[in-house]
């Protein structure tokens, strides 16, 4: 496995792969991986034979300079379960690496990336189509593999790249959820024992209104996100921030369900904002 | 020579070609091609030895409609153009075939394309990146040829490619002249043998600037500027729209001249806009 930390250095192990005709998986993280990331890397395995990981935590994207700060880095312990699962190749560029001199290219797709988490956290979807848009240039994979618990960011960058023909494949994969089923993610190690049920609230939430469509056909969006809110309004520390039921292909407010869709929430407790949604096909 | 109107097509050919280690070069125009466009392309067959031609006028990038509109179209003309200096691979896609659906992604360098043109064309340069950003996609160049005519533009691909680290060499080539001095553009057919006069006053500003610095060491840029805008005001009819002398990297404003500066222009006769430039290095 090679650590890179430079640009040229990525470009020159990925034409020398393609000479060899190597077809290249590529995911893209922020490090602090956990087992979504590593159900990530595992398909990309099964699918490519040169797999590339990149580890950046992204400034451009947090609208909150404080969650920056604070987002978890072990940059050891990522290149160790790497090194497990055998990639060929980690990125692991500087900020100075990745914006060097002034940047002021941005890459936006409208419309898609103002509503839900969009409206919480300004810029965001911006800084990640833009970040996004370079590793894809920088590594150039043939396929590239998100997680559906970053479901809105899973359909932007879909939607980025079939609007900007970008030659990659994207590949969505299933939420892993820990054994209580919190979905997994980078900032759950923030959470204090005390707080698991709260944290669990929002997942409870969805699962309810699963329940309610899957067991008992309920099909109006307004009764089952009554429900749902019921139960995570409960925790008077929690500040639920949104739960919607959207269109699968366009995130528009659905009343009734009659397609796929995605039911998708946001919470924050006092200390961590978290967020997860499921997916209903009636 | 192909001509080919869909993505893939054109995807096929350049697959092809890379296959058999050719060197992919590439003039995106907006077809009525003159002497520029065909400069352009010589440099381009000079330096690759696959050659790639895109006719597409981008609605996106015409901030009036009404120029959209009567922008000259002449695709049989350019087409033999084209067979005679033998390009491999012309590609004309359409409006839909360009942007299906809806596309709602943009490519935006910030700063830079919001001075000189884009205060008089707004949202011209997005129109140009998402455009450019979008036929790099599908032609995948190793070089890319624009001209200096389009200063502006070029300085502003040039920062996209290096900002989002875009796998292009961006190559700029001279402005081609008319016999009488005007830059060769497609907006030339236009002009009324009446008012070659008008139109020329832009070029004879310019030439008066830079035979000022050149040859009578004058460098304070008010001076300069003045003096050529002398010029352009004798025409009653021909709308002076800027006249400025930037830094040639990050078009700043320049007070005094003494590194390499753009003396960049653009003027309005009543039925048609245009605009030149020229380099001066002391």
Chains 1, 2 share one sequence.
């Not at 005709?21 to 979504?36: E, S």
Request: charge should be positive; charged fraction near 30%; glycine fraction near 4%.
């Amino acid at each position: 496995m090679k650590i890179v930390k430079k640009i040229d250095d990525v470009r020159k192990e990925i034409k020398k792969a393609k000479k060899e005709g190597k077809t290249i998986g590529f995911v893209p993280t922020m490090g602090a991986l956990h087992n979504g990331h590593i159900s990530l890397i595992k398909t990309s395995l099964s699918q490519c034979n040169f797999n590339v990981v990149s580890i950046f935590v992204n400034p451009i994207q947090f609208n909150d300079p404080e969650d920056y700060q604070r987002y978890p880095r072990d940059i050891n312990r990522d290149i160790e379960l790497l090194k497990k699962v055998k990639v060929d190749l980690v990125f692991v560029p500087s900020v100075e690496e990745m914006y060097k001199e002034r940047a002021d290219t941005y890459v936006e797709v409208t419309g898609l990336s103002n509503v839900l988490e969009g409206k919480f956290r300004p810029g965001h979807f911006k800084g990640v189509c833009t970040v996004v848009c370079k590793l894809f240039n920088i590594v150039q994979p043939d396929r590239a593999y998100f997680g559906w618990k970053d479901a809105q960011q899973l359909i932007i960058i879909r939607k980025m790249v079939k609007d900007l023909n970008i030659p990659v494949e994207i590949v969505g994969c299933p939420t892993i959820r820990e054994k209580d089923g919190l979905a997994a993610s980078s900032r759950n190690i923030f959470i204090k024992e005390d707080d698991r049920e709260k944290a669990l609230s929002l997942y409870k939430a969805l699962k309810k209104i699963e329940d309610m469509v899957l067991k008992k056909g309920i099909k109006d969006t307004s009764i089952l996100l009554e429900e749902g809110k019921s139960i995570i309004v409960k925790y008077p520390d929690v500040e639920l921030q949104y739960l919607e039921i959207v269109d699968f292909e366009d995130l528009s407010p659905v009343r009734k369900i009659e397609e796929k869709v995605l039911v998708l929430g946001a919470i924050k407790l006092p200390y961590v904002r978290l967020i997860d949604n499921i997916i209903i096909e009636v």
